[in-house]
């Protein structure tokens, strides 16, 4: 009798350590202290059962195994972050790319006009082109140095009232010459509706902007495993409380979300096609 339910312990023990995962080492532990409980009813007359030592190796096992599955899934998550912020940053390089080449364009176009104006004696013609070429070189110069700062970005604060409800925000950042095109991204695919912009401003260091405030509301992460994952239990209100410590005056800030496709969706707006 020892010798099968000793069998019938370890089985059920092995099922546990190879079914165990991060998120249901609770129930795996109860699975086996029951195991262990049903032995000692049924062992009671001869005082048979497994021993405290014994079974708290085996709820160690399960422990050690369910971390296991836990950093393997950090791990994943990690390298999935890793190469999403690739992308990010490549699709960034290759605009601000883009934007130089067609600006060097838009340069040397004005350039020949101008010579031939100054050859012309066109004096008037040629002053307008120096203020229009005036105006390129600083849009070079401001492409130059987005591409040189890696710190320099745009900061965003978006919610997503239909999937998330109303008392949940993302706080991100992007390098995109156009922070909208990320925006977009996000709500493409992995949520029924679109992100609303509650707060979209360029930054000098925007990425110590986003860590204040990542760190601001750190006790309010809603995933608390993957730090990556920018989303929080807060208002737009609230954000905007931290965003003025550290930046100073947000000069355009919204605090309802329109959430226009949530609100046709349940029928409390009313659409026009």
Do not use: W
């Amino acid at each position: 009798m020892s010798k099968i339910m000793l069998r019938a312990y370890n089985a059920e023990a092995e099922n546990c350590v190879k079914t165990v995962k991060a998120g249901n080492l609770a129930a795996a532990s109860a699975r086996l202290i029951k195991a262990a409980e049903q032995i000692a009813r049924q062992g009671q007359m001869i005082s048979l059962q497994v021993t405290p030592y014994y079974q708290q190796l085996r709820l160690r096992e399960l422990e050690l195994a369910a971390d296991v599955h836990r950093k393997i899934q950090e791990e994943k998550e990690a390298e999935r972050a890793r190469r999403e912020e690739l992308r990010e940053q490549r699709k960034a390089e290759q605009e601000l790319a883009a934007e130089r080449a067609e600006l060097d364009k838009e340069r040397a176009h004005y350039e020949s006009a101008l010579a031939t104006l100054e050859a012309n004696g066109d004096t008037a013609g040629a002053e307008r082109l120096r203020a229009k070429l005036a105006d390129v070189q600083r849009a070079i110069d401001d492409v130059d140095y987005r591409a040189a700062n890696v710190r320099a970005g745009y900061v965003y604060v978006i919610s997503n009232m239909g999937a998330f409800g109303i008392n949940m925000v993302k706080i991100g950042m992007t390098r995109r010459l156009d922070p909208m095109d990320r925006v977009r991204e996000l709500g493409d695919a992995s949520v029924p509706f679109r992100f609303d912009v509650h707060a979209l401003f360029f930054s000098e260091d925007a990425v110590t902007v986003e860590a204040k405030l990542h760190e601001a509301f750190a006790d309010r992460r809603v995933n608390k495993v993957n730090p990556r994952r920018e989303f929080f239990y807060a208002t737009p209100e609230e954000v905007l409380d931290v965003l003025r410590q550290h930046v100073g005056e947000v000069l355009s800030f919204t605090s309802e979300p329109e959430a226009e496709e949530y609100l046709i969706s349940i029928g409390k707006k009313d659409a026009s096609f």
